[in-house]
């Protein structure tokens, strides 16, 4: 039976899905060879858009989430993936990096 609180889960999920995708291709980033790393990044950000309205990194430790939503710096994508293509989650990745796949669609 499919409730209402997870077809939210589901949109949200879709949701950061297809910024994934589109931001993959605008920053010619891959996804990890393995799935599950993307899927469980994605999940992460789709739970903080639920809880918070913003797709804060879910990789990272807050202190006061409220600060950090308002400071802005580790909304995905964050300022080091804006800057140099750093995303210290896998979820973008070069295609130098050792876990890089070759896919840009989950
Ligand atoms: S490290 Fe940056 S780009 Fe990667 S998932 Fe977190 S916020 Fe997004």
Redesign the pocket.
Known sequence: MVTIANSFADASFNGMKRFAELYARYSETYFCLDPGVTAV?LQG?AKHKETFGEPL???RYYEDERSELKAGY?????I??QERRQ???M??LKTEDDFAGDQQTL
């Open positions: 990044v950000l990194c879910p990789c580790w909304l995905c994508p964050c080091p993936m995303c210290d989650c979820l973008f």
